[in-house]
């Protein structure tokens, strides 16, 4: 057999390969439906729906005990310090390989709208790539992160700790819209 073609067919050792598989795909699927149904509920109350928005939100944090099961599942939920470590690794991701190359795509296709959702992610994930890695420090040390409120633009992302900006830097929404946590 050519080698190009020598592990095409499954290997029997690899048997739990295909439900691993369905289980990530399982994770990205009930993670979205819990996005998409948590924007929905925003449309249905600015349309004057409130139980319907209390039904998508119910039915998002439904789905969203599905996702974390499946990352359970999956070896995925670790303790603080690793979780720290793992989050600051997909955010370095994000930034070094995956919204670059998804960027070069969306300008090669000219999908402005693409190219701004993406570069909001970007410029955010850089803002988390940070506090991860100052707060990871923090955490093996066993120090706490700080008490100061860590404020959040909803249009962009940005992500701060402390005060919010007079305006956001990234796509001018004025600080006091900042969500605080
Ligand atoms: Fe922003």
């Given at each position: 057999?050519?080698?190009?073609?020598?592990?095409?067919?499954?290997?029997?050792?690899?048997?739990?390969?295909?439900?691993?598989?369905?289980?990530?795909?399982?994770?990205?699927?009930?993670?979205?439906?819990?996005?998409?149904?948590?924007?929905?509920?925003?449309?249905?109350?600015?349309?004057?729906?409130?139980?319907?928005?209390?039904?998508?939100?119910?039915?998002?944090?439904?789905?969203?005990?599905?996702?974390?099961?499946?990352?359970?599942?999956?070896?995925?939920?670790?303790?603080?310090?690793?979780?720290?470590?793992?989050?600051?690794?997909?955010?370095?991701?994000?930034?070094?390989?995956?919204?670059?190359?998804?960027?070069?795509?969306a300008k090669l296709q000219e999908n402005e709208s693409a190219q701004t959702s993406i570069r909001y992610a970007?410029?955010?994930?850089?803002?988390?790539?940070?506090?991860?890695?100052?707060?990871?420090?923090?955490?093996?040390?066993?120090?706490?992160?700080?008490?100061?409120?860590?404020?959040?633009?909803?249009?962009?992302?940005?992500?701060?700790?402390?005060?919010?900006?007079?305006?956001?830097?990234?796509?001018?929404?004025?600080?006091?819209?900042?969500?605080?946590?």
């Amino acid at each position: 057999m050519a080698e190009a073609f020598k592990n095409t067919p499954p290997a029997p050792e690899d048997k739990g390969a295909m439900t691993a598989q369905n289980i990530a795909a399982a994770l990205a699927g009930e993670s979205q439906a819990s996005q998409k149904y948590l924007a929905f509920a925003d449309v249905a109350d600015a349309d004057g729906y409130p139980n319907v928005a209390r039904l998508f939100r119910a039915v998002a944090y439904a789905e969203s005990t599905h996702a974390r099961n499946h990352l359970s599942v999956l070896g995925g939920i670790g303790t603080t310090t690793e979780n720290l470590k793992a989050a600051w690794g997909g955010e370095t991701f994000e930034i070094t390989e995956m919204y670059p190359a998804y960027d070069a795509v969306a300008k090669l296709q000219e999908n402005e709208s693409a190219q701004t959702s993406i570069r909001y992610a970007l410029k955010a994930e850089v803002d988390h790539q940070g506090i991860y890695d100052s707060t990871l420090k923090g955490v093996e040390g066993e120090k706490d992160l700080g008490g100061e409120a860590v404020r959040v633009c909803p249009i962009c992302g940005h992500t701060v700790i402390g005060d919010a900006p007079d305006e956001c830097p990234q796509c001018g929404t004025a600080g006091s819209f900042f969500k605080e946590f």
